[in-house]
Each structure stands twice: as structure tokens, then as C-alpha cells.
């Protein structure tokens, strides 16, 4: 099972800042927060991961809380391509571990 | 780099004919993993290997389904025989080394059983 919580949908503003949370109340010391996404039609994609410290890349940033039971993706501009299925993980980042999907979060980008 | 490469794109099969898929991961990575996405839900993964070995195949239905990948590369997820809940989209993706970052997906194949 899934050791994330995310809400199943959200909408988004275009050109507005899309904050999608993510609850990990297990997460263990050794583990990480992925971000995935998934655009219709096409495989998951990578989009950033972080232990405590927040994070940023040319994607997105990462917030994760100092108690680490939680943590929110931020894409600082959504575009319309932003509208996807935006999947919230924990594992290690070491061989030997499984990457288990939730439902994710459906985010909506309306113009 | 060139990704993963997935083929047939789309399949459309009979209740308890077979099927067969196919995917090239990106060169040097060792691990790889096939997923289940079922209409709605999150991806499931049926069988992961480290270069050729089986490291987790714990949610793999070995009654119909098998999976092989000979020397290390290539990777054949098979479906002998289907039934209609097998309807779904296959994913294969590949790592370096079962690290969580850096897993890259192909697009899948869509089948669909009639």
C-alpha cells in the first residue's frame, strides 16, 4: 500500500502557483518524497525529490515540513500542460525498494 | 538520451488468447520494472529485475502472467491466457541501480480485452 495521502483532485488558475500537499506521517529516517506526474497518455514522469531539505529545480520545489509528515509540490506558474496526475511517493534512495503509486492527485489548469 | 521504448503501442486481444510486450531500457540501467495501470487507478507493479535476476515479483499473477528479461536488457512481459480485467496499460520503467530517482517510464501499451 501507499505510505502518502494526497487529495484526489485540485484546480489551478493559469499562471497561478499550484500547491499540492502530500501527507507522510510514517516516513521512516532513510526515506525520500518523490514527485511524479502523469499526462494523459503517456508513462509517469520524474519531477523532483528531496529528504528534509527543500528543493528546487526547473520543474518545480519542494517543501517538506522539519517534522517531514508532510510536504507540498509547488509549480510556481501552471500552464495548461501543467494538467496532469501529480503522484506524492516515499522510499529510499538505494536499490532493493519498491516505488508504490497511490491514486495521486488530479490537478485541473484552467485558463 | 533515448528512453524507453515500449512496444506494441496499442493491442486489442479476445477473453484467453495470449499477448506479449515488449521494452528496451535505457542503456545502463540495471534495474527494471514492469507496471500495471488499471483505467483510474495509480500504477502497480507486477515484477521488478536487477540486470537479469527477479528481485520482486510478489504482486505478479504467475498463473498467467510471466516475465523475462535475457541478458540483462531487453524485457518481455507475457499474458497467457487474458481475461477481460487484464485491460489495462503496461509500463515498463528502468533505473540506475533500483535508485527512486531517475526512473524513467516508457508510454506504455494499451490493451484492451474483449
Known amino acids: 500500500d501507499a505510505k502518502t495521502t494526497q487529495p484526489p483532485s485540485m484546480d489551478c488558475a493559469e499562471g497561478r502557483a499550484a500547491n499540492l500537499p502530500c501527507n507522510h506521517s510514517?516516513?521512516?529516517?532513510?526515506?525520500?518524497v518523490y514527485w511524479y506526474r502523469q499526462i494523459h497518455s503517456q508513462g509517469p514522469q520524474y519531477i523532483i525529490h528531496?529528504?528534509?531539505n527543500n528543493e528546487t529545480n526547473e520543474m518545480a520545489s519542494l517543501i517538506i515540513t522539519e517534522d517531514r509528515k508532510s510536504s507540498t509540490l509547488i509549480l510556481p506558474h501552471a500552464t495548461l500542460r501543467d494538467t496532469a496526475v501529480y503522484y506524492c511517493?516515499?522510499?529510499?534512495?538505494?536499490?532493493?525498494?519498491?516505488?508504490?503509486f497511490g491514486a495521486g492527485t488530479r490537478l485541473f489548469v484552467k485558463a | 538520451e533515448a528512453g524507453v521504448a515500449q512496444s506494441p503501442r496499442y493491442k486489442i486481444i479476445e477473453k484467453r488468447q495470449s499477448v506479449a510486450f515488449w521494452c528496451n531500457p535505457i542503456?545502463?540501467?540495471?534495474?527494471l520494472y514492469w507496471y500495471q495501470q488499471i483505467l483510474g487507478q495509480g500504477p502497480k507493479l507486477l515484477i521488478q529485475?536487477?540486470?537479469?535476476?527477479?528481485?520482486?515479483d510478489s504482486q505478479l499473477p504467475k498463473d498467467r502472467f510471466s516475465a523475462e528479461r535475457l541478458k540483462g536488457v531487453d524485457s518481455t512481459l507475457k499474458i497467457q491466457p487474458a481475461k477481460l480485467e487484464d485491460s489495462a496499460v503496461y509500463l515498463c520503467?528502468?533505473?540506475?541501480?533500483?535508485?527512486?530517482?531517475?526512473?524513467?517510464f516508457g508510454s506504455g501499451t494499451r490493451l484492451t480485452v474483449v
Open positions: 520503467a528502468s533505473s540506475l541501480v533500483g535508485r527512486g530517482a531517475g526512473y524513467t
Open positions: 542503456s545502463g540501467h540495471a534495474t
Open positions: 528531496g529528504l528534509k
Open positions: 529485475f536487477q540486470n537479469n535476476g527477479v528481485v520482486d
Open positions: 510514517t516516513i521512516s529516517g532513510n526515506e525520500y
Open positions: 511517493i516515499v522510499r529510499p534512495d538505494t536499490g532493493g525498494f519498491k516505488t508504490i
